[in-house]
């Protein structure tokens, strides 16, 4: 669910936070924190950033004209 970093997750996610089983709160906290981290704004930047380089890298790569 953390890997999708969609805020439709969070209730779900909230809710096993006191779950019984110390693997599940623990897996719980670290979606959470990376869903809040990837739409919070410095998470939106940083993500921009990276698609812009890798989108001229790749850009870059198909204009070659060399094989």
Do not use: Y
Request: proline letters at 6%; hydrophobic letters at 35%; a negative charge.
């Amino acid at each position: 669910m953390g890997a999708i970093s969609s805020s439709s997750s969070l209730p779900i996610l909230r809710e096993f936070l006191t779950d019984s089983n110390r693997s599940v709160r623990e897996t719980c906290e670290i979606a959470l924190a990376k869903i809040e981290w990837d739409n919070s704004p410095e998470g939106q930047n940083h993500v921009l950033k990276n698609t812009s380089f890798v989108s001229l890298s790749v850009l870059s790569l198909n204009l070659n004209p060399h094989p």
